[in-house]
């Protein structure tokens, strides 16, 4: 079938064309529009997924940044560690140096002897040696610190000689250094010395050898078997001169272990801080820490020096005086700071132990002061200086008298001067208790004196009644008139009397040795008892427990004279009381007195102030007196009389303990046959205000 031409209406291309393709543009535009939002869509999803990638990629970067941060400060901490201990290991290494050096050159100041070289020849040695180690610790090579290592070795092979040197001349045996031990000493380091230098070439010493390098770099040797024992010989001079030190800390005859003991200690620390390298202890193994021992040492030196002055004298005197003399010694510099003593001065000065270091001046000025101070002796009691007779120019003096609640004692001091190469070092003060000779020169001085008057006594007073016996003898034979014989019989008896006041006074005026507590009223009721004191009365106002210490009987036969001399004068009554101080008693009466003037020579031999007496019974009196130690004085009674004062040392004692009551068979006896006893005493209660009635 087809459609006729004739029939079609006419058409425009162009239109057909246009209906035809507007279908399918729009078609067209529904797939763009469709394609663009797809791809809008994809662009949406590339972004997502974009940022996405950011997020992750941050998320790991963190993530590294914290693990590699951690790993940084891990590095650091290390770093810190190794650096700070290798700066303590250096710095300590330059402390020891210069700690070593300064005690050298304080010994130098303090002593120029042969001790004192031997030490700063030490001191100088372990500070070259710390130095020289602080320097190898700067190499961070092998050949820099293998070089620096060997030589402060070498030197190190000298110190254990000057160890025994120093110990020897210490402890004051340096007579053991003879030339030939001297030999022996120096050339015993000479084959360890050889050997060391040629380690390099024939390997003798270092076996083998490692080079550390944690915590720091640091050259450790291995040494060889023999190079050990070699070594080993050499280290026995520090331990016998420790064994010296210990042996002057434990058995010295001074208190002087202070000063040993500190190079004792010093040592041990020298040999606890090499033990640490060889254990676990040691912060870096294989390090030199007897390095820091010697350092150690050094502060003890120094410390030594200080408080004792460690080498000033001590070791010059050892010897010569402390093993030598038995007296008190205090040695003192020439500054006089206390610097040693023996025992027998710590007895004389208590607390001498805890004086050392300080000065004579300070500690006991006893020692140094002027003629007649009176000043504190430091050990708690009063010193009186009597006398100065220092024979050096140093002003010690020359007797002091020290005085304590027991006994006085009187000390001599000689001052010998100490010196080194001509320079003086110090004195030792000797010190001797005199006290004994003392008073046998006092003895001796009053027997001379008794001898003398004995003398004077026998020619003048026996020879009046010898001559007045012949006199009236020869009248009776020529006149053959017996009644001279009485006049006869009289000059006999007076030089009867004289003869046994002589024997009274020779033997009353001896020493005593030997006194107790004796009940003082007791003792004058027994010599009133036994005195020819006629008709006099007797009032003791002694209370019943009134001691003194004394020798009974001497004082008795005093008592018996002081009441015979009252009987002789015209007194008709006598007291006798306590002093009001409690030291000494008085024996009172109501005579005629003795004149002002005449009370000094009253004590004298011979003197008398009646024909009829022989002048000895206030001799015999003051004799007595001076051999308790006691003093007599004369002034006068209330009632006009003559007082006798007679003051003890020490205190009366007023207890009820040690009491002796007057034994008859102790004393000479007496009889007294015109006295009787009369008690006026109120009752027994009122004992101590009793009073006994005589006549």
């Known amino acids: 079938m087809g459609d006729d031409p004739v029939d079609q209406p006419e058409t425009n291309p162009v239109a057909v064309l246009e209906g035809r393709l507007a279908p399918l543009l729009e078609n067209v535009d529904l797939v763009v529009g469709n394609v663009g939002a797809i791809v809008s869509s994809l662009e949406d999803r590339r972004r997502a997924l974009s940022d996405d990638r950011d997020t992750n990629r941050r998320l790991a970067s963190g993530v590294f940044e914290h693990w590699r941060k951690k790993a940084t400060n891990s590095i650091g901490v290390q770093n810190q560690y190794r650096v700070m201990l290798y700066a303590a290991h250096l710095i300590a290494l330059v402390g020891v140096a210069l700690i070593s050096l300064l005690a050298a050159w304080w010994v130098h100041q303090q002593s120029q002897d042969r001790t004192g070289t031997a030490m700063i020849v030490l001191l100088v040695g372990h500070g070259t ?67 060391w230098a040629t380690d390099p070439v024939f390997g003798l010493a270092i076996v083998d050898s490692t080079f550390q390098t944690e915590p720091f770099e640091l050259f450790v040797p291995q040494f060889t078997t023999g190079w050990f024992v070699l070594f080993g010989l050499l280290g026995m001079y520090p331990l016998f001169a420790f064994g010296l030190f210990v042996h002057m800390l434990i058995f010295p005859r001074r208190r002087s272990r202070w000063k040993a003991g500190v190079v004792v200690v010093g040592i041990i620390a020298i040999w606890i801080t090499s033990g640490i390298a060889e254990t676990s202890l040691a912060p870096v193994p294989g390090f030199p820490y007897v390095h820091y021992g010697n350092g150690i040492f050094g502060v003890f030196v120094a410390v030594a020096l200080f408080r004792t002055q460690l080498f000033d004298v001590t070791p010059l005197a050892h010897e010569t005086i402390f093993d030598s003399i038995d007296d008190a010694i205090v040695v003192v510099d020439a500054s006089r700071r206390i610097s040693d003593f023996n025992e027998p001065a710590s007895d004389l000065f208590p607390d001498l132990e805890d004086r050392i270091g300080d000065t004579l001046d300070n500690a006991y000025p006893a020692l140094v002061a002027q003629k007649d101070e009176s000043c504190a002796d430091g050990g708690g009691a009063t010193a009186i200086v009597e006398q100065v007779d220092g024979t050096l120019d140093a002003p010690f003096a020359g007797t002091i008298r020290i005085s304590r609640a027991d006994n006085s004692r009187t000390i001599r001091i000689s001052a010998s001067e100490i010196t080194n190469a001509g320079e003086p070092r110090g004195y030792a003060l000797i010190m001797r208790d005199v006290t004994e000779l003392e008073r046998y020169a006092v003895d001796l001085e009053h027997k001379t004196d008794q001898l003398e008057r004995f003398a004077s006594v026998l020619s003048h007073d026996l020879r009046n009644p010898i001559s007045i016996a012949n006199g009236y003898a020869d009248l009776a034979r020529e006149t053959g008139d017996l009644d001279h014989l009485e006049d006869v019989e009289i000059a006999l008896e007076r030089m009867e009397e004289t003869i046994d006041d002589l024997l009274t006074l020779s033997r009353e005026g001896e020493s005593i040795d030997e006194t107790t507590f004796v009940a003082l009223r007791s003792l004058v009721d027994d010599a009133w008892t036994t005195s020819d004191t006629r008709e006099l009365r007797f009032e003791n106002e002694v209370a019943p427990d009134y001691r003194i210490r004394a020798d009974p009987s001497r004082v008795k036969t005093m008592l018996e004279n002081l009441f015979r001399n009252v009987a002789d004068h015209g007194g008709e009554t006598v007291w006798v009381e306590p002093l009001e101080t409690g030291t000494g008693f008085a024996i009172s009466d109501d005579g005629p007195g003795i004149p002002e003037e005449d009370r000094d020579q009253i004590f004298e031999y011979g003197y008398s102030s009646t024909p009829e007496g022989t002048g000895l019974g206030l001799s015999i009196v003051s004799s007595i007196v001076t051999a308790h130690g006691w003093s007599l004085s004369v002034t006068q009674s209330e009632n006009g009389g003559a007082r006798f004062e007679i003051s003890t040392v020490e205190r009366a004692y007023t207890g009820e303990d040690d009491v002796t009551e007057f034994d008859e068979d102790m004393a000479s006896t007496h009889t007294n046959s015109n006295a009787t006893v009369e008690s006026t005493a109120p009752d027994e209660d009122a004992a101590d205000s009793a009073r006994f009635s005589f006549k």
Do not use: C, D, M, N
Not at 153 to 178: D, K, N
């Open 129 to 195: 040696v710390a130095l020289l180690t602080a320097i190898q610790l700067l190499g961070s090579t092998v050949t820099w610190q293998a070089f620096w290592y060997r030589l402060a070795f070498l030197v190190s092979l000298v110190l254990p000689i000057v160890w025994f040197v120093l110990a020897v001349y210490y402890t004051g045996r340096e007579h053991w250094l003879t030339k030939p031990i001297w030999g022996a000493i120096l050339a015993s380091p000479v084959v360890p010395i050889l050997i």
